[in-house]
């Protein structure tokens, strides 16, 4: 596609979608949702740990995006979008660029939102609600605790179609792939496996990523993986990254006890452990990125 096409092209109305009615229930002072395979909550406490998130990417990445993306004028979709904190630097690296952020429900920044960023709400299980070849870069970040392992064919099959030909898809995803875990850390992950089992999410897979990309159609795909150690080892994104792990763990914690039965003390303690565990063992997280061209 000619870079001056985008000069030629306007946007396009946002499709209009009808949400399904939502239900969530609280667990302890959290709010989880359980109309959906998602495990983590949705509340104020999650949308920080999502943005610090972000920075430990950002920071290990040393970028917003990895796929070579000729987007200057064109049109960016970003699946799962959350906070929205990756679209609303992406709008200032691409000022000219149209984007839009798609999630069951939004967690939007308080103040005012960049005027080439459009929101909808919906449920990629139901279908990308955009006709096909609608963007020239999709994007889709840390699905992993969201998707049961036989939605993913379907999924990236979707970001695949709504993407143009000769744009690209990303995807970056991290699942429980830890070197040099200690004896509280295999129990955590064991937890969170044993959580994650009847809701159909396998995190162990997610390295293939690029594999079932290429599946669904994509082509030139490339596949990297990025090690990061755990706290003061891992300097500055070593130790946002634990700090976002820890969070995450903790959040599961009403999981722990209601789903698997374990006694809050044992939860509390294991929980405690963890940081002085990881820098210990020299524990550390693997990161798998994978892009592709329609």
């Known amino acids: 596609m000619h870079l001056f096409s985008f000069f030629q092209r306007k946007p396009q109305p946002l499709p209009f979608w009808e949400p399904t009615p939502t239900t969530s229930r609280m667990l302890g002072n959290r709010r989880f949702r359980t109309d959906l395979p998602y495990i983590l909550p949705k509340d104020d406490v999650e949308n920080s740990r999502l943005n610090y998130q972000h920075y430990a990417f950002k920071i290990l ?4 995006h990895l796929a070579p993306i000729r987007v200057s004028h064109g049109d960016i979709l970003d699946v799962g979008c959350g906070t929205a904190i990756w679209m609303l630097e992406m709008a200032r690296e691409f000022p000219q660029a149209r984007l839009v952020g798609l999630d069951t429900e939004f967690a939007l920044p308080h103040g005012p939102v960049a005027s080439n960023c459009r929101f909808i709400q919906g449920d990629i299980f139901r279908g990308l609600p955009f006709k096909e070849e609608s963007f020239d870069y999709t994007h889709q970040r840390l699905m992993v605790l969201a998707v049961p ?7 990236l099959s979707e970001l695949v179609r709504v993407t143009r030909r000769d744009g690209w898809i990303e995807l970056v995803e991290a699942g429980d792939n830890f070197s040099n875990s200690g004896p509280l850390m295999r129990n955590v992950l064991t937890w969170i496996r044993n959580i994650l089992r009847p809701r159909g999410i396998d995190a162990s897979a ?3 990523i690029g594999t079932w990309l290429q599946g669904a159609g994509a082509r030139n795909v490339q596949c990297y993986s990025v090690r990061c ?9 070593g130790n946002l990254l634990s700090k976002d792990i820890l ?3 903790a959040a599961l914690r ?3 006890i209601n789903q698997l039965g374990l006694y809050p003390n044992v939860v509390d303690k294991t929980l405690a452990g963890l940081l002085y565990e990881w820098e210990n063992y020299q ?4 990161l798998f990125l994978a892009y592709g061209q329609k």
């Open 61 to 64: 990445l040393k970028s917003n």
């Open 149 to 155: 392992r036989q939605r993913w064919p379907f999924v």
């Open 206 to 208: 997610i390295g293939q």
């Open 229 to 237: 150690p755990l706290g003061k080892q891992g300097g500055h994104a």
């Open 247 to 249: 969070a995450c763990i």
């Open 254 to 256: 009403p999981h722990f």
């Open 283 to 286: 524990t550390a997280e693997e």
